[in-house]
């Protein structure tokens, strides 16, 4: 069975500060990993995926990723932050097959000014 | 570009009220989803569908049913709704082989 843990429920940070979200995974069997993002009131949006080849996934809005399989990680980061990037932000897990997601418990971003 | 379109955004229901949450997606795709959200849990699955004619019960599918109608269209009923059954519903599809999913702007349902 798949699951995907966040290891933050919240990250608080300064503007033009740099942040990584964490998150680990597990499966049995090769799979894809995404992260989505969600600004209130609002469905998901792709940020970035990993579906293989170069594990460095440079995303939507400056974000990247970096696929760790001896880790089972896909921690996503940002050099700067900005006011706009204050949202809740969701890694999940698929397996290729069906599509289905498995997702994180989501972790919330709150830039500061 | 519509992409996912759910219908309604918005609704109350009484205990053992049913009611049908619309789903459709002009994308093309083959498959479909259902997912609650919940604070802290992130998105669950309900149910979902590979391809047209096809549905499978996901993590947690008790207390709903769904029909594929056609390739576009995907919906969820609530038979007899619960105050457990409130929450964010979402609809979103993916090509096969599920390399990315899309979203609906999601249901928010409140059962009283």
């Known amino acids: 069975a798949q699951s995907v843990t966040q290891l933050d429920s919240q990250v608080p940070v300064f503007e033009e500060a740099p942040v990584e979200l964490r998150c680990n995974y597990s499966?049995?069997?090769?799979?894809?990993l995404f992260w989505y993002v969600q600004y209130p009131n609002q469905g998901l949006q792709l940020l970035l995926k990993?579906?293989?080849?170069?594990?460095l996934v440079k995303g939507i809005n400056g974000f990247e990723a970096e696929f760790n399989k001896s880790q089972t990680s896909f921690h996503l980061r940002k050099p700067s932050v900005h006011i706009s990037d204050t949202a809740e932000y969701f890694c999940a897990v698929s397996d290729g097959n069906t599509g289905k997601l498995i997702f994180g418990q989501g972790t919330t971003l709150q830039v500061k000014p | 570009n519509a992409g996912v379109t759910q219908t309604p955004k918005f609704q109350v229901l009484k205990t053992g009220q049913s009611m049908t949450l619309q789903c459709a997606q002009d994308?093309?795709?083959?498959?479909m989803y259902w997912y609650r959200q919940d604070p802290g849990m992130g998105l669950r699955l309900i149910y979902y569908s590979a391809s047209e004619g096809t549905t499978d019960k996901g993590e947690v599918p008790n207390g709903y049913n769904v029909s594929r109608l056609n390739k576009r269209e995907f919906s969820l009923r609530l038979e007899s709704a619960a105050p457990s059954q409130t929450s964010v519903y979402f609809c979103?599809?993916?090509?096969?082989?599920?390399?990315?999913?899309?979203f609906g702007q999601g249901t928010r349902l409140t059962v009283v």
């Open positions: 499966s049995s069997v090769s799979v894809y």
């Open positions: 979103a599809s993916s090509s096969y082989g599920g390399t990315e999913a899309f």
């Open positions: 994308m093309n795709h083959n498959s």
């Open positions: 990993y579906l293989s080849g170069s594990t």
